[in-house]
């Protein structure tokens, strides 16, 4: 027994060494990413990496606007009207003689911050939400899921259409009504993945030693649960831009003069008609782009299921 215990020492041990050189290898090598970057770009691709870069030009092209912006947005000239592509104005002039091209950066606020307020507001309230019901049950989380499911039998729009038709038509009021519909989707999905750690034995040996539920779920639950968080707010983040366009291009969200992508869109339907179709084409690229460089995001660090949209 000695001696077959004595003869198999060696083969672990050179196992175990086996194993280390290989992994230090590979990283060596770069098969196993070693920094967030490499790990983000493995996770990305190719085509996530280019969505990446694309967010990243428009929220700096929101934050320098007032920089980089040829013209003022809302200045314009009836001399001017509906001009067409040139070296003054890169993408011609619309029907109030007001520059295109600086309506489009300077609209790239109204564009972002509108979704900004969504997700921020659809977060706390779906995170507070979940981890309530979660960490109570029983009637607490039967109730809260009861409120949820009432909220889920009304459409986003529906509940924005009637927030501005009492409140009267803004950004912000679009904005708070549209991430009261958002937050049964994002709660959802938190609440199912809290539950989980809720069950998990650190939480019972936390609550042995003294330790409040509050600061049990702020220490340790939720930082469980922020890829969700994060996640599901990069894919809400598209759905709200388009709803947010959506209002604003039914005239219930940004109201003119106010530079904004949906605004723009509505704006330039009747100079569709005439042949002038820059202005239109223009924000609604601006739209589809950014839309799709968020949704091609979230989808790849977490798919739609972190989100809770599952249609």
């Known amino acids: 027994m000695t001696e077959q215990n004595f003869t198999k020492r060696p083969d672990a041990n050179t196992r175990a ?14 098969d196993v990413p070693t920094t967030g970057w490499q790990l ?31 013209y003022d947005p809302f200045e314009g000239s009836v001399t001017a009207r509906h001009e067409a592509w040139s070296l003054a104005h ?44 979660v960490w109570f049950g029983g009637k607490v989380d039967a109730f809260i899921s009861r409120v949820l499911d009432v909220l889920f039998a009304f459409p986003n729009m529906l509940l924005a259409i009637l927030a501005v038709a009492i409140f009267g038509p803004s950004l912000l009021t679009a904005s708070i009504a549209l991430a009261i519909g958002f937050t049964p989707y994002s709660a ?15 939480v019972a040996s936390a609550q042995l030693q003294g330790i ?55 704006n330039g339907q009747a100079s569709l008609q005439q042949g002038f179709w820059e202005q239109s084409i223009f924000a609604g690229l601006m739209i589809v782009i950014t839309v799709a460089a968020f949704g091609y995001v979230g989808e790849q660090l977490g798919g739609r299921r972190a989100a809770g949209r599952t249609r």
């Open 188 to 202: 959802r999905v938190i609440r199912s993945v809290a539950l989980r750690e809720r069950n998990l034995p650190y």
């Open 90 to 133: 890169l993408m011609g002039t619309d029907q109030s003689g007001r520059d295109i091209l600086s309506r489009i950066i300077w609209g790239a606020r109204t564009s972002l911050i509108g979704p900004t307020i969504v997700i921020l507001i659809t977060a706390f309230l779906a995170t507070t939400l979940a981890l309530t019901a």
């Open 40 to 70: 983000l770009r493995r996770r990305l691709g190719p085509v996530g990496l280019v969505s990446l870069a694309i967010i990243i030009l428009v929220v700096a092209m929101a934050l320098l606007a007032p920089v980089i912006a040829p």
């Open 212 to 266: 409040s539920g509050f600061l049990i779920t702020v220490r340790h639950i939720l930082p469980n649960v922020r890829t969700q968080i994060l996640t599901g707010m990069t894919i809400n983040f598209g759905y709200a831009m388009i709803e947010l366009a959506a209002l604003s291009f039914l005239g219930l969200g940004v109201q003119p003069p106010t530079p904004d992508w949906g605004l723009m869109v509505s």
């Open 17 to 30: 060494q086996d194993t280390v050189a290989v992994q230090l290898l590979r990283k060596h090598r770069g």
